[in-house]
């Protein structure tokens, strides 16, 4: 009996020794400010945007493109420098990843 119950601790405070973090990682966590790293800001802050939308093709026939006159209006109000647009499916950026020296 003595035996099964050493079989049994041993395994479970191996698991909570592995899983419970370090004191060292924990301070290191508390100590690193990456602002420390870097200058003062220099001009305006960088404005991002991200808008996230239904593919338009999969939208019911009954969706009219007048609908994103507003979204329109008020994107060419900002004036964005850059637009950046996904052209790829899902399952080729899948792929991708998954040969990163390749691509």
């Known amino acids: 009996m ?3 119950v050493i079989g049994l601790v041993f395994p479970l405070t191996l698991a909570a020794m592995l899983c419970a973090p ?6 290191s966590a508390k100590i690193f ?3 420390t ?8 802050p960088n404005e991002v945007m991200v808008l996230g939308t ?3 093709k999969y939208l019911p026939a009954a969706f009219k493109p ?3 006159k507003l979204l329109n ?10 637009i950046a647009t996904e052209n790829l499916s899902g399952t080729q950026c899948a792929y991708m990843r998954q040969y990163p020296q390749r691509y």
């Open 2 to 4: 003595l035996h099964g």
């Open 22 to 27: 370090s004191t060292n990682a924990q301070e």
């Open 33 to 35: 400010d990456p602002s």
């Open 37 to 44: 790293l870097k200058g003062p800001a220099k001009g305006k």
């Open 54 to 56: 239904a593919h338009l």
């Open 66 to 68: 007048e609908n994103l």
């Open 73 to 82: 209006e008020r994107l060419l109000a900002w004036k964005p420098r850059i």
